[in-house]
């Protein structure tokens, strides 16, 4: 594949095909773990990735990249084979996650800023090494009536600027990530509120970027959705739909290649509907699919659930998944493909 930044971000929104974000943090993927009663141990995270990467159908045909976590991007599959390799021989790129997670803002109770900039040029290049051509970062905004303030969307847009920038000038595509949290609390926040927020935010994330030299058409924006808050949930998905279009036609240029959600909490059909929806009914000047973590894995986990007999049903779980934000990502999906399945 080529190697100018450009070719990787269109490579990763290719039409009909998203990114899976498998790059659950120790913490976060022993959660998903007890969820399901499986011991995050070192081997358990490993068979359970390499069963998500080794589902040919799901990961060839839907699955432009993925995301990994430093222990995953360093891992061996159990017959030898760096996880790495197995991903790129279904055509997908490899990415990684380079954040150091969501940290107290001092002085802002409530709010966080994402930290990871100390060192994060030699980083990248070791993961340039072991075969990362994308990486992500992830800023988290709260939401309410109060929250976010100024100073917390700032801080976190400078540092995606910092980031995006050293990205780029290590040969690696940044997926710009700022998350305003629905399952956040109170979670009783208004869809027109989350529009409002969503507008300020990325208009002050692309600013910094501005500032900070970043070439749009050699990266990728991973958004919210414009959506009410988990305890207030009454949008339907038209409604979802147009905010989300109207508030990113609004923000984003037109030269940034693609733009791959997150989930965020949806329900998986619910992630899925309203990217479909955004696809179906409006002009768009960039390529929209998705980039989920939870929707494109909750099935499958759930499936598989730690045991080896269960292998097949988790990739046919994936599959499914994968294949129904695969139709979504191109407009097509409705309920009759998902009931078939
Ligand atoms: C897969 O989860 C990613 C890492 O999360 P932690 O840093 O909390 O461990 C996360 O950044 C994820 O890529 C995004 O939140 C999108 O995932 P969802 O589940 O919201 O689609």
Known sequence: MSERLEDIAAAMVTPGKG??????????????????????TEENRRDYREMLFRTREAMSDHISGVILFDETLRQKAADGTPLVDV????????GIKVDGGAKPLPGFAGETVTEGLDGLRERLVEYHGLGARF??????IAISGSLP???AIQANAHALARYAALCQENGIVPIVEPEITMDGVPGDHSIDRCLEVSEQVLRTVFAELYDARVSLEGMILKPNMVIDGKNARTASVDEVADKTVRCLKATVPASVPGIAFLSGGQSDEEATAHLSAMNASHDLPWQLTFSYGRALQ?????????????VAAGQRA???RARMNGLAAMGNWNQTQEQAA
């Not at 909750?298 to 269960?310: F, P, V």
């Open 87 to 94: 991903i790129r021989s279904t055509g997908a790129v490899a």
């Open 135 to 140: 990486a992500k970062w992830r800023g988290v």
């Open 149 to 151: 303030t100024c100073s």
């Open 298 to 310: 909750a099935a499958c986990l759930k499936a598989w659930s730690g045991k080896t007999e269960n």
């Open 19 to 40: 990114i899976l974000a498998a790059d659950e943090s120790s913490g976060t993927i022993k959660k998903r773990f007890d969820g399901i009663n499986v011991a995050s």
């Open 318 to 320: 994936f599959a499914h």
